[in-house]
């Protein structure tokens, strides 16, 4: 069954390879009359762009066109699909892999299902991390349409290797770590995480690292029992993205430790509310949002594609071999999995939004287009430094 | 949008609540020609039940009925409805909490989302664990269709709070989990646990655990880009078990921790095919399983109700007060989490496989319905002491 | 592909055969707080029940039993299920007809797609019309939650064999047939619909009917485009019934041979709104409702089963033989047809409704709680002689 | 909820206006190892060409471009996306309608949905028939599939306005309707069409007509009991087209007027397998293929736009109004439709083929891939004249 679709109410669509024309997306189910540039596609895509001398050095531009679905600026109900080209694309240094099957990568899993002579070696063909150029795009809309309940979402990188950011940040920090090259939101764990992908690079290796998103001012609700909780939906969602291989949310793993009476929230009065004094479950309670912030964190494993030789089979000598991934790839693709993994979470959160009818499924009003752009205008200048 | 359904072609659809008259599934998409008893469901049921002294002192008897789709023993391609009635239903302990949501627990999320109104409050209605043996009712099929390709899974409690199983542990101790009352493989360590659980208990407290879960001999080729990846379909049926924080497969999390040149496995020959040498993967790559051991992990977090009073807020006087859970609970939710978990993978598993061409969607013939049943027998026998 | 689900927002799985023990239906996807009883499921199922002397003989008594999902008297959010038991069950008549496929029936293309040795022979099995009664207890809900917006929906037989009602019909009227024998809505036509029935009963034959079902007071906006047209939903719907063989909605084939300038239908205004004046388009355009009233028709073919000997093969002997069905069975099945029909209609407005945030999908107020109750009694009334 | 994809496991999602950029389709669930062209599109789209004199002179080019899924001439098991530029669009003669609803289109029933500032009222936007170029560029790749098991698709105009055809057809004949410029199975008919379309054209109005399509050599157990009927799926598919207003299959309508005795078809012995005498179910009993022709029928209205004044209301100043639609437009829209028709039958064949297992779902081996393309050359070669 076709597996290239996500959500039920709010659905993208992706298509696209690393190196064909282009990768795009069909995003289905966007209501009526919400406004929509290109300029709001590009300022989420510009987040996911490679730093200058520490990742992949792809010149992705990355310009989005929009071919559907908006006239005279605004959405109007029918389905918007917008691609990039992939421009840049040499697929000469990928002639080696064409018999070797690069270990940690998706190659031989590919390989494997569909049949060599089906394989669409080059840059990883579907499996490369360039299709979450298409995430990202549709995570434009989600995003503004996460602004009608004043919904905020940003990520940040938590970890790198065997360094691990090890103080309290407030959300304000996480946005900012939109213009830090690492996704780093303190200034003195930047430079040590610099530091450590220098020297990655140098040794032509890679690092995992942990990604954390919240979602603050999230509505409550969203989730529903007893499969499409929230927690699942968002596990599915992140675990989706290439490379990564663990998702928890508020305490996650560290809650294995502890007793039920450390873990317990404290159930207290807020305002005209009621909510929780710890957030130690990260928002989420019996799979449904609490209204209290949403955290979750997941790990990357470290880029596969790297310059020490690997050992590998031949596949047309059935030799033992060596492969050396020679193409230019992130020593550290957590940072640019931070974008990603907000994309996927605002994703979800839309969608359930919609499910909840908390976002209008059919039509916005023009006080709800108006308060969106707004709002869309006030989180644009806070990701600015 | 309902969120009672799992799977695409190999779909359950659950009902009931923990205070109701039962607890169901209704189980689409299995071809005709599969024997199945009620002995079969039973089975599986019967490593779902608490232990004696430890755990939940309910008096389940869980006698699973048959509703539909079974024809002289065997599957006619109509849905298969199974229902188990809930005895031994005393809902006049959670008099109390009709006021006072619990910590730790679905209740305030419940109210926030469906209204204070139409709240079930009586033993957490259907965000109780109970809900899970309408999950474990139809992985008995789900495990019995994996038979074909001689799949088998098992899984067991890998730590109990602070108390982690460090050493290797064969699928052969694993699968003997099953009649361990801890859900351990390991002897030294069942005692360890025990004595944890005890502690606990007098305590009026619990532990969370982490769960591991393998597949051995899983086709190759399950899993579909870019959103039904395995690694993802297996991370939302994985959390969308109540009381699970986390997941992760391979090396998960210590992945991030790692180099690239320490995380690619090794590929290698192995007799006439190529393989892996390590799994360090955990049988998955590219969100596609490459035909070796599926190795999944997740996080309970400790049981939610427990006699140690909680904070919280009494809705119909607005004060601060205390709750204490009176009721019979586990102090170690993960124990009886693992069949859940099994049952959720077996449920992935099959439904990929079916997805995949590999198991058939509409009908076994009769070779294959032996070979089932043969392997099933196996599966049965190793499964006791 | 699992096929034993209907809807999206609003979902229902059936399950059960015509001599299991029980016919049954998961609702999904109804909001919190809906008034539900026994009786108001019985009022629905007592429409479907054959009448005395014209049809099926069976004493199909069809009393509903809930087993999930209602708490003091309301919806909670959580799925509905109802089971119907079946009740005078004798399959000792189906032994003939074990190895004689009958004509016209599914016998034969069921032995095709899931094995002669899977084949659930006694009634029909799951293809039998006895399926029907989960559609129809599950309208019971659909219906009420329409009454939200005030839609009615009801439906009436307008031709019989060669007999055709040609005269115009109040929605009054139609409503009226719910108590009439053979769901005519004119007394005239019952007279000689009855004489028909009659002669065809003695004869040991049968007669297809058209049945047409109108929906007044629809919300406008319904339907998705493009696929999820609301006049392709309701097609679906109905012509996934037992014996329906033709769908049409508005002028359906008697457009083709019409003229653009007869079809096309005034633009007017009614009132503060706009509206058209004949309603040629059965109250859809675009695949739209356009809040005029919803028409459509079908064509139910004559009941397969008849005392008349058919040509069959015998599957054992593979000879060529006779076969003549003795069980109960319908001379007009158009008749019990008609509650059918209203209840897929049913399914896909409140599905609509609710995809279209125009029925809330997570939970009623009280007022809207109310509203709806305060229609449903007016309908109930309005359904007696 | 998004409506613009169809289909299960061989999935399409469309895009695009009428006078937007283009027009495309995602197709996901393809099978890797399909040897695809641009050609073998552009082939399934030139039968969707207005003919010269007769329709919308709109100058359609259709040229697709294949932006994904495909590398060296074959699948790739990622998704196939194709566009089609639209070019020739002057939306400058749809000025009139801003204000001006259309009777008879979809203009109306948007406006409420949508809201009126978000409609786009350019040449029909999303409702137009431009929308079904998609359908049918998806088609290419459906019906190349069912060349695996020999199944060929093909419709032709049964009857237009007054005028039918009123003998029987081979299904040779049906093929060589596609070189005929209205659809026309059989030469003495197309030259009585001819004469209608020429004199309707001159009147400035339309007729509605019939379209039939037969599947021949179907494979028998396509059709998931009980509500993804095969006929309901076509019933569904068929509906979605624009101007559709009926659907039926085999006796269709007619089947209500008929005795069981007369409906009720023999069955027969065919060489080693049992079939029908008469095939009067259209191929499908139980709502499951029983392997003899599908036989399926539609309902087109007349187009709605025509040059002919109707009535309507001026949206901004609210008074009554006349229009008269003066752009490019077919007296005759169901002789295009009939590739349409096609082009969805193929769609829900394949889909359940593949649900069945009978197409495979992820990989057709190189015995297959060069089985489908001999019989899609035979295909090619014999709808030339």
Redesign the interface.
């Known amino acids: 069954?076709?597996?290239?679709?996500?959500g039920?109410?709010?659905?993208i669509?992706?298509?696209?390879?690393s190196h064909?024309?282009?990768v795009?997306v069909?995003v289905?189910?966007v209501p009526?009359?919400l406004q929509l540039s290109k300029e709001d596609i590009e300022f989420e895509l510009s987040f996911r762009k490679p730093g200058k001398s520490f990742v992949s050095e792809r010149k992705e531009i990355d310009e989005p066109e929009i071919?559907?679905?908006i006239?005279k600026g605004?959405?109007?109900?029918?389905?918007?699909?917008i691609?990039v080209r992939n421009t840049d694309v040499d697929s000469s240094s990928y002639e080696e892999i064409r018999y070797k099957?690069r270990?940690?990568?998706?190659?031989?899993?590919?390989i494997?299902?569909?049949?060599y002579?089906?394989?669409?070696y080059?840059g990883g063909?579907?499996?490369s991390a360039r299709?979450t150029v298409s995430r990202v795009a549709a995570s434009a809309l989600a995003k503004k349409l996460l602004m009608l309940t004043n919904t905020w979402i940003a990520g940040h990188l938590i970890?790198l290797?065997?360094i691990e950011l090890n103080c309290n940040v407030s959300f304000e920090e996480i946005l900012c770590s939109k213009y830090s090259p690492l996704r780093c939101s303190k200034k003195d764990f930047e430079e040590k995480f610099k530091e450590l992908v220098k020297d990655?690079l140098a040794e032509g290796?890679?690092?995992?690292?942990?990604v954390e998103v919240v979602a603050v001012n999230p509505p409550?609700?969203l989730?529903?029992?007893?499969?499409?909780?929230i927690?699942?939906?968002?596990?599915?969602?992140?675990?989706?993205i290439?490379a990564?291989?663990?998702?928890?949310?508020?305490?996650?793993?560290k809650?294995?430790?502890?007793?039920?009476?450390?873990?317990?929230?404290?159930?207290?009065?807020k305002g005209n509310s009621?909510g929780?004094?710890y957030n130690t479950?990260?928002g989420?309670?019996?799979?449904?949002?609490?209204?209290e912030p949403i955290v979750v964190r997941c790990?990357?494993?470290?880029?596969?594609?790297?310059r020490?030789p690997?050992?590998?089979?031949n596949?047309r000598t059935?030799e033992?071999t060596l492969i050396s991934v020679k193409g230019r790839h992130d020593p550290a693709v957590?940072v640019r999995g931070v974008s990603v993994v907000e994309a996927m979470m605002s994703l979800v959160l839309v969608d359930h939004a919609i499910?909840?009818?908390i976002v209008?499924?059919?039509?916005l009003?023009?006080k709800d287009s108006e308060k969106i752009e707004k709002n869309w205008r006030r989180y644009i200048s806070s990701c600015k430094p």
Chains 1, 2, 3, 4 share one sequence.
């Open positions: 069954m076709p597996g290239n679709s996500f039920k109410m709010f659905r669509t992706t298509f696209g390879e064909g024309p282009v795009g069909v289905d189910g009526a009359g071919l559907s679905g006239y605004r959405t109007t109900g029918a389905p918007v699909a691609v099957p270990p940690g990568h998706a190659d031989l899993a590919y494997k299902k569909y049949g002579e089906n394989w669409d080059r063909g579907r499996s299709e970890s290797g065997p990655t290796n890679s690092y995992g690292g942990i409550a609700g989730g529903e029992p007893v499969f499409d909780k927690k699942a939906d968002l596990a599915k969602a992140i675990m989706s290439p990564v291989v663990g998702f928890e949310y508020g305490l996650g793993f809650a294995t430790k502890m007793k039920g009476s450390e873990v317990n929230d404290e159930i207290i009065k009621i929780f004094k479950s990260g989420i309670l019996g799979g449904i949002t609490t209204g790990a990357f494993k470290p880029t596969s594609s790297i020490i690997s050992k590998t089979v596949l059935n033992d957590a499910r909840a009818g209008p499924s059919v039509k009003n023009n």
